[in-house]
Nanobody, 129 residues
C-alpha cells in the first residue's frame, strides 16, 4: 500500500530553518515525482516544490525560490525539503504527495495538471517569535 509520512515540522523563529522529510513506503521513488504542498488556515493548498525521481529535476513556487531546497535519497525512499530564512507567512501544515511520471512529462507538469495524490498526514510548521 502506497503511503507517505511527513516529519520535521515544528516551531521556529523568523529567519530560522527546518528540514522536512517525506518517507515513502509501499513503493519506491523510481518513476515518481514527489511534491511538497502547504495549507495555511483559511487558505487554499498551494504547491511549494517538487522533484522528479527519474532525473532529479525540480520546481519551486516563487515563494520558495532562493530559500527552500528539495532533495531526494532514493536509497531511503525519502524526499527532503530544506527551508531556510523562514518567514511568518510560511506557517502552514506541510504535506507531501506523489505523482506517477508515466502520465506527466515532469513534476512541474504534474503540478500544473493537479496530478499529485496519496497525501500524507501533514506536519505543522509554525514560524513565530
Amino acid at each position: 500500500q502506497l503511503q507517505l509520512v511527513e516529519s520535521g515540522g515544528g516551531l521556529v523563529q523568523p529567519g530560522g530553518s527546518l528540514r522536512l522529510a517525506c518517507e515513502a513506503s509501499g513503493f519506491t521513488l523510481d518513476f515518481y515525482a514527489i511534491g511538497w504542498f502547504r495549507q495555511a488556515p483559511g487558505k487554499e493548498r498551494e504547491g511549494v516544490s517538487c522533484i522528479s525521481s527519474s532525473d532529479g529535476s525540480t520546481h519551486y513556487a516563487d515563494s520558495a525560490k532562493g530559500r527552500f531546497t528539495i532533495s531526494r535519497d532514493n536509497n531511503k525512499d525519502t524526499v527532503y525539503l530544506q527551508m531556510n530564512s523562514l518567514k511568518p507567512e510560511d506557517t502552514a501544515v506541510y504535506f507531501c504527495a506523489v505523482a506517477h511520471l508515466y502520465f506527466y512529462s515532469g513534476c512541474d507538469d504534474a503540478l500544473a495538471r493537479s496530478g499529485f495524490g496519496s497525501w500524507g498526514q501533514g506536519t505543522q510548521v509554525t514560524v513565530s517569535s
